[in-house]
């Protein structure tokens, strides 16, 4: 297959990743990163002398060799570089979450559609060997019907001067939630608040309800003097409990649930439990990131969907423009509507 020459437009904090996962990917060759930093392109300089180093993402964005970007900048900036990188020509890829708004997400899906582009977001989890075995559990059935999704996402983070918390770490449980399930929810309520008084809150309560009568609930924090990354999934028939920060034991499958009868002699609910063994299935142990970069130029090159594709991005963005709304409007559950059509 012909080879796919990438440009990355970032080398903050995740672009260093992006690059070294990209330089190891068959048919993949990195020809030149942007970064308006000296110093950060002398530490590309460092460990990549064979990729260019530019100040100006518009380099890349009009190199004519380049077939595809991917951008690793702050969320503001995704759209226009991203609108610029596909009126050229190229594909992109966007770090998450994809845009700032749900109608920045819809020009950009309409461009690469009207231009046959490859679109992608970068949710890393959908790659991780953690998530897909969950995948595979839920497909399989043997977690039945899904109940619940809780996530607790905690620690003292990095306060982000241009989102909030919300912004940052909720993409990451909305990706894997709708990456399970292939659910949408109905409606979103949100609480959160501002400890620094600067409009951007720190620690934020999110929640999504769905028709099914499925629950989804996160927990994200700045400001928390331990951090946590654990979620439980709960099923009908079992349970899953993933502990991003485990070693060995990411992903432990509980034989647990509950089933209710009605006693109509005593005219009351019963409720009967079921405690079983606790299964630790094991994990693919491939780096998620490669995974990412050979799925991005597998879709290039092959035109098939990419999983983590501009659905789940855009998605996302809808999740989380209501919940924003639901935060200043001090937890009001916000509607959201069918299709692409921009929550109003």
């Not at 990917?25 to 930093?37: E, H, I, P, Q, Y």
């Not at 890829?93 to 819809?106: D, F, G, N, R």
């Not at 989890?125 to 969950?134: C, H, P, R, S």
């Not at 099914?212 to 899953?240: E, Q, Y």
Request: hydrophobic share 40%; glycine share 6%; with cysteine.
């Amino acid at each position: 297959m012909a080879n796919v020459n990438v440009g990355v437009i970032g080398y903050g904090y995740w672009g260093p990743n992006i690059v070294r996962n990209f330089f190891a990917a068959s048919n993949c060759t990195v020809k030149a990163v942007a970064d308006a930093r000296p110093e950060r392109l002398a530490q590309l300089a460092k460990i990549f002398p064979t990729i260019q180093g530019v100040t100006d993402a518009e380099d890349i964005i009009n190199d004519k060799e380049i077939d595809a970007v991917i951008i690793a900048t702050p969320v503001f900036s995704h759209y226009p570089l991203a609108k610029k990188a596909l009126e050229n020509g190229k594909h992109v890829m966007i770090e998450k979450p994809m845009t700032s708004t749900v109608a920045e997400a819809e020009a950009l899906i309409e461009l690469a559609d009207r231009k046959g582009l490859v679109l992608m977001v970068d949710h890393t989890f959908l790659y991780t060997g953690a998530v897909k075995k969950m995948k595979d559990l839920v497909n399989s059935g043997q977690l039945g019907n899904i109940n619940y999704y809780d996530s607790t996402r905690i620690n003292l983070g990095l306060f982000q001067p241009d989102v909030n918390v919300v912004w940052d770490l909720v993409p990451h449980d909305i990706s894997i939630l709708y990456h399970l399930t292939n659910e949408r929810p109905i409606s979103v309520s949100a609480t959160g608040v501002d400890h620094l008084r600067n409009g951007i809150e720190n620690i934020a309560y999110v929640t999504l309800n769905f028709q099914s009568n499925m629950i989804a609930h996160f927990t994200c924090s700045w400001s928390s003097p331990v951090k946590i990354r654990k979620i439980l999934v709960g099923g009908d028939k079992k349970m899953i409990l993933f502990d991003d920060l485990e070693i060995t034991e990411k992903v432990k499958v509980y034989d647990t649930g509950y089933s209710a009868r009605n006693d109509e002699e005593k005219r009351k609910l019963l409720i009967d439990y079921r405690t079983g063994d606790v299964h630790i299935p094991k994990l693919e142990m491939k780096e998620a990131l490669a995974g990412l970069a050979c799925d991005f130029v597998a879709a290039i090159q092959t035109g098939k969907e990419p999983v983590s594709n501009w659905k789940i991005g855009s998605d996302v963005v809808k999740v989380l423009e209501a919940a924003q709304r639901s935060i200043k409007q001090n937890g009001k559950e916000i509607k959201i509507v069918a299709d692409y059509e921009r929550v109003k």
